[in-house]
């Protein structure tokens, strides 16, 4: 499986949590933005020629927010270049502040058939701590404009003065309005945003209340018929995201735009997150790429473990031994000694319990060398 991502850099607020490549005064600049970007796209197209990709992903940023004539080209341009699989999954990231019935309409006939929708939380004094655009409203009026479609939504775990009754509200109020997919991420503060300003001063929950959150989230989801296939992602069945288990299952992927990174044949590259920059590099007819490394050795093995062991169903033995020619258990026998309070193992695969998978990173680390 393979995919492809577009980075649409303009949004109309920055969030307070926000840390992406996302520009509320640059939106003067979309048309050249957008010109440079159809060139990128096509001009990396001769050395995809051979690949069918199953996957587009236009996030952000907020795609929804500028005119959708951009969007609606840069898809356009994406299907005259590249080949997709019959039934390619093609998503939009969606700010329901953002949406009307004409962008709705005009989604659909270009072909997007899956919508992320950030929702965050059902509270509206919540949403304007984060600084988001939009109230619960506005999310109720998005999902009516969304009916019968296939979308999922956002929502936060670990905000000020977030409780499960907070939790509850906007997961009932996600699966009331249809949502065939809920992504429960816990906030991060990173550093330079201003939420981690209110991380420095402990006004966040703590780690453990935000896991007690999480827990609650997650079995709530369950009751609701979402079962979780990666840590922070929950489906009904038969409506996971097929472009995030492509990352997880460590499938190619290329990416177009500011801050978009790829994974091609074994080597990661990831484009300027300057606008200006992106497009003089474009205009000149450059890559726009300021970073880029091979990936070798045991360091692609790590790769595959870390990314697969975030699932539920964790990976199996033989996918492992095909793709780097050894065995699994023979080679990681002492580490996997050492976790193996917190695995499930048997002789076709291994997985980290169900109980464990929220701090999977402390169990993962065992498997770096």
Not at 6 to 34: M, N, Q, W
Not at 308 to 325: A, I, T, V, W
Request: aromatic share 14%; glycine share 6%; charged share 30%.
């Amino acid at each position: 499986m393979s995919g492809i991502y577009v980075h649409v850099p303009f949004c109309k607020s920055k969030c307070t949590y926000c840390d992406f490549a996302s520009y509320p005064r640059e939106i003067g600049k979309a048309e050249l933005y957008f010109a440079c970007l159809y060139k990128e796209i096509k001009a990396r197209a001769e050395s995809l020629k051979d690949y069918v990709f199953d996957t587009v992903y236009f996030g952000g940023g907020t795609p929804s927010f500028i005119d959708e004539k951009y969007i609606v080209g840069a898809l356009r341009q994406i299907k005259n270049c590249y080949t997709l699989s019959k039934n390619a999954e093609i998503t939009i990231e969606i700010n329901p502040g953002t949406l009307s019935p004409e962008k709705v309409n005009a989604y659909k006939k270009a072909g997007f058939n899956r919508f992320s929708i950030g929702l965050q939380s059902a509270d509206d004094a919540m949403l304007r701590k984060l600084n988001r655009i939009h109230t619960k409203d506005d999310f109720l009026y998005a999902t009516q404009l969304l009916k019968g479609e296939n979308f999922s939504v956002d929502v936060m775990i670990g905000l000020e003065n977030q409780t499960q009754k907070d939790v509850k509200e906007t997961i009932d109020l996600a699966v009331l309005a249809g949502a065939s997919h809920v992504s429960a991420y816990a906030l991060k503060a990173e550093e330079g945003t201003p939420m981690f300003g209110k991380y420095l001063n402990g006004d966040l929950p703590s780690e453990d209340e935000t896991a007690e959150l999480y827990d609650f989230a997650k079995a709530y989801l369950e009751e609701k018929g979402f079962l979780r296939y990666e840590v922070s992602n929950f489906a009904k069945v038969g409506y996971e995201s097929k472009h995030n288990l492509n990352y997880w299952n460590r499938g190619e992927y290329i990416g177009f735009g500011v801050s978009a990174s790829s994974f091609i044949k074994e080597r990661r590259f990831t484009n300027t997150e300057k606008i200006d920059e992106y497009t003089a590099c474009i205009l000149r007819g450059k890559v726009a790429e300021i970073f880029s490394e091979d990936i070798v050795g045991d360091e692609r093995e790590f790769e595959y473990i870390m990314l697969n062991l975030r699932k539920d169903e964790g990976f199996f033995f033989k996918d492992f031994e095909n793709r780097f020619n050894c065995s699994f258990t023979e080679k990681y026998a002492d580490r996997i000694k050492m976790v193996k309070k917190y695995i499930d193992i048997d002789d076709q695969k291994i997985a980290i319990k169900p109980e464990y998978i929220y701090v999977q990173n402390t169990i993962i680390i065992y498997f770096m060398d």
